[in-house]
């Protein structure tokens, strides 16, 4: 594997951590209503499990309240048997229509459990990049072993590898802060 192969390849799966720690936090309440907060609900409808976003268009007309309108009525109780067997923590408010959740407020015990849990997330993702870093540097070394490249290449890959840790771990640290404040703040 070439050098730059080696590079390339350590930034893709460090995005791709990132990317994974920017939908987990997605699903993080905080104390305004979110269409991320719905996203892990499946709804059994045509015979088989189906994400709630492709039976219905998800809303938040208000900072306490979510609406979710299916495409189809017919679907609106499997929709909402969904979101009962979700356990999401809402109760369902179903007029025929459409379906509202109505997001209580958040206590600041509650506020301080999903500090911990989004701290939780970005000390994972972080794991996940020093992982790849570790990886990245043993295809540096293997490179180096099977004579694809010299030993000033393998050393200044490695760099490159720390460098792309920083920025990424620096990255993690900057999303999990902002979702912090929006926890803290609601």
């Known amino acids: 594997m070439q050098s730059d192969e080696i590079l390339l390849d350590v930034e893709d799966r460090m995005e791709k951590a990132i990317l994974k720690l920017k939908q987990n936090l997605t699903g993080i309440r905080t104390g305004r209503a979110n269409p991320g907060l719905v996203d892990s609900v ?10 709630l976003k492709q039976v219905a268009t998800v809303a938040c007309p208000e900072p306490n309240q979510i609406v979710i309108r299916p495409f189809d009525a017919g679907t609106l109780k499997e929709i909402e048997k969904g979101i009962i067997a979700a356990d999401l923590g809402y109760t369902p408010n179903n007029d025929g229509r459409v379906i509202r959740l109505n997001i209580p407020p958040l206590s600041q015990q509650v506020r301080q459990k999903m500090v911990s849990r989004v701290r939780e997330l970005c000390e994972e993702t972080k794991v996940a990049i020093r992982n790849v870093r570790r ?32 920025q990424y771990e620096e990255q993690a640290n900057e999303l999990a802060k902002n979702r912090e404040n929006d926890v803290m703040e609601g």
Not at 42 to 51: H, L, Q, R, T
Not at 139 to 154: I, L, T
Not at 155 to 160: A, F, R
């Open 135 to 166: 990886d990245g540097n043993k295809m540096a070394e293997q490179g180096e072993k099977d004579k694809e490249f010299s030993e000033d290449v393998r050393d200044s890959v490695k760099e490159d590898i720390q460098k792309l840790t920083k």
């Open 42 to 51: 499946k709804v059994d409808v045509y015979g088989s499990p189906c994400p």
